[in-house]
């Protein structure tokens, strides 16, 4: 599967961003997905996870309550829409498909190209 993420972009903090990740073929609702994101100097950490279907999420104890990560299955697409932004949000944010929901970056097989997103103070 081949993941595209887009939505990135500046906002000020207390703002608010959808960050969308498309996804290629037609076996999208086989892959539980995840967010992560990666600041500069730091390593790639989980942000977010979504069962195959849906029902079923999990989140950074720094994004829960703020972020919430959703999926289309019909259109291939996962989302995750982030409020009350901080300044710490600022990241390269990427999607990554597994086989299990999980929040651990090596069990996902499959990564999109990431996307910027800067929260200015």
């Not at 999420?57 to 989302?79: E, L, P, Q, W």
């Amino acid at each position: 599967v081949q993941l595209q993420a887009s939505g990135g972009g500046l906002v000020q903090a207390g703002g608010s961003l959808r960050l969308s990740c498309a996804a290629s073929g037609r076996t999208f609702s086989m892959y539980p997905m995840g967010w992560f994101r990666q600041a500069p100097g730091k390593e790639r950490e989980f942000v977010a996870s979504i069962s195959r279907s849906g029902g079923s999420t999990d989140y950074a104890d720094s994004v829960k309550g703020r972020f919430t990560i959703s999926r289309d299955n019909a259109k291939n697409t996962v989302y995750l829409q982030m409020n009350v932004l901080k300044p710490e949000d600022t990241a390269v944010y990427y999607c990554a498909a597994a086989n299990i929901i999980t929040s651990d970056r090596y069990q996902y097989n499959y990564w999109g190209q990431g996307t910027q997103l800067t929260v200015s103070s």
